[in-house]
């Protein structure tokens, strides 16, 4: 099997874990479409992508909104071809007690975290379905897992996005496509910094003192490297028989 000539989108692709996704698929001859909110970090994707000698494309995305993800996807269809790989990858991760996690923050992790992979999932799935091979890699979290305290919103919704992996699996086994989540602990990207903020904010932490804690939260007492989590992604796109899989990296 080749990947070369296939084509993948990631979103969340701008920085961290999506950024080291898409280097990677790249790197593996695939064609990528970079989608994230933010145009500038998304265009220095782009640029690092475009430099590995495959064709790329700029996709500044709000997962939340249909309309716009019906839209990228025609767009990178036009320009790259059937997307073969779907990456959902874009995330959100708010701290709080239980006590003041309100609605409005815990819509916004639903929105993000499920309903936006079930929207582009639902957009690209029947392509794959019709040509017999595709791979959606749905980015979860540990919490998706085992959950955490302070964190009930992505907690739950990273729960119902392993939870969606395993039943769309079952659904399009033995059709050429395959569902997977890959479910990291803590990893070294802006969201951990900024919570090691938060965190320092609120105890009296030093920042370090906080990443330091945050790490020992791991099982492996170490953050996960954004390019791990890529190396994981890349070795789904290979298996054809995984399917289904939660993916764990835990720093071990």
């Given at each position: ?28 001859g695939l064609a990528v479409a970079v989608a994230a909110r933010t145009k500038s970090q998304v265009d220095d994707t782009v640029s690092a992508v475009r430099r590995l000698g495959v064709e ?98 992505y907690a739950t919704s990273k729960h119902a996005l392993v939870g969606f992996t395993r039943a769309l699996a079952m659904e399009v086994a033995g059709k050429g496509v395959t569902v997977n ?72």
């Open positions: 099997m080749s990947l070369k000539g296939r084509v993948a989108l990631v979103t969340g692709g701008g920085r961290g874990i999506g950024r080291e996704v898409a280097l990677a698929c790249a790197r593996e790329t494309l700029a996709l500044p995305l709000d997962v939340t909104d249909a309309e716009a993800i019906a839209a990228a996807v025609r767009a990178v269809s036009d320009a790259l071809g059937p997307i073969d790989v779907l990456v959902n990858n874009a995330g959100i991760a708010e701290s709080a007690p239980f006590a003041k996690t309100d609605p409005a923050l815990w819509e916004r992790h639903l929105s993000v975290n499920v309903t936006g992979p079930f929207l582009l999932t639902r957009e690209v799935l029947p392509r794959m379905l019709e040509r017999r091979w595709g791979r959606v890699i749905n980015v979860a979290s540990l919490a998706g897992l085992y959950g955490a305290p302070y964190i009930t919103a989540a890959l479910c990291p602990g803590y990893v070294a990207t802006d969201l951990t910094w900024n919570g090691a903020r938060t965190i320092a904010a609120k105890t009296g932490k030093s920042f370090d003192e906080a990443v330091q804690a945050m790490a020992r939260i791991n099982p492996g007492g170490r953050l996960i490297e954004p390019a791990e989590v890529a190396a994981a992604a890349v070795k789904l796109l290979w298996d054809e028989g995984s399917n289904g899989e939660t993916v764990i990296l835990d720093g071990s």
